[in-house]
């Protein structure tokens, strides 16, 4: 089903996409499911020294191995704790930052790659993202990049690239890049995700309509606004700080000839 992009919060089309989402049995075991994890317990701690004496190449390659095997068997838990492994070790590594990336495309185009261990990882590398030592801002945005490419398209990490959208918004901003800060933004249709909390995705829609302002984009914000009403705003005492934020947005648009506005709009 096409999901309009004005689609309001509350939509018949979201609790649609919610079942669908909840379908999703992440833990269905197949028949020829075996279990590695004596094998990984074991195999484990001698990768991890390995690449402590200095030779990563060798440890991911050990890794990409024991990870084909459990893959093959389909034991979702110990391949999801390989390749949590693989980040953490490239990581703890001198931030080996082209290495992790390599080793994240790799993982996630694997044949019969499971769902559990795409998001695993993913939201493993996110950790670092916030990490000071990162070399530079380049090097944090191409990682940025290519967790949001593994996770485009992809229900099951829907929020971690909504995330991940936002964290490479805030950087282009700091970088006075506001139109490609809000470009970033606009791809994501918060809205219509079943599995992200209303309050997420209103402080979502509110950084989409604040950007959009900040690039005098009065058409695509009034168009963004309607994706929040009062109603929804007024149903949570929590919400009250995002309310107050609305309504100053919303000022912003009126003071540059905005059209009138009804807080009557049913929408999340």
Do not use: W
């Not at 506001?178 to 309050?199: K, R």
Request: net charge neutral; aromatic share 6%.
């Amino acid at each position: 089903m096409e999901l309009d992009s004005t689609t309001p919060i509350n939509s018949e089309q979201e609790k649609e996409k919610q079942a669908k989402f909840d379908s999703i049995n992440l833990t269905t075991k197949k028949k020829d499911q075996q279990d590695f994890s004596e094998l990984v317990s074991k195999r484990l701690p001698e990768l991890k020294q390995l690449a402590q004496q200095g030779n990563l190449s060798g440890a991911i390659d050990g890794l990409f191995a024991l990870e084909k095997t459990t893959r093959n068997g389909e034991d979702v838990e110990s391949t999801k704790q390989i390749a949590i492994t693989v980040v953490q070790l490239c990581f703890d590594n001198n931030k080996n930052i082209p290495v992790l990336i390599e080793s994240l495309n790799y993982l996630s185009k694997r044949r019969g790659q499971m769902k559990q261990v795409i998001q695993a990882m993913v939201q493993e590398a996110m950790k670092y993202l916030n990490d000071e030592s990162i070399p530079s801002v380049d090097t944090q945005i191409q990682l940025i990049d290519t967790l949001r490419s593994i996770t485009e398209g992809k229900i099951f990490v829907e929020n971690e690239r909504a995330r991940l959208s936002k964290k490479l918004a805030t950087i282009y901003e700091s970088q006075n890049k506001i139109s490609l800060a809000a470009e970033v933004l606009q791809e994501i249709q918060v809205e219509t995700f079943g599995s992200m909390q209303p309050q997420e995705k209103i402080e979502f829609i509110l950084e989409q309509m604040r950007l959009t302002l900040a690039k005098r984009d009065f058409i695509r914000a009034q168009i963004i606004s309607k994706k929040i009403t009062n109603k929804a705003l007024s149903s949570n005492p929590e919400l009250e700080p995002l309310k107050i934020q609305y309504y100053k947005l919303l000022i912003q648009y009126y003071n540059h000839g905005g059209i009138v506005y009804s807080l009557d709009y049913d929408g999340i």
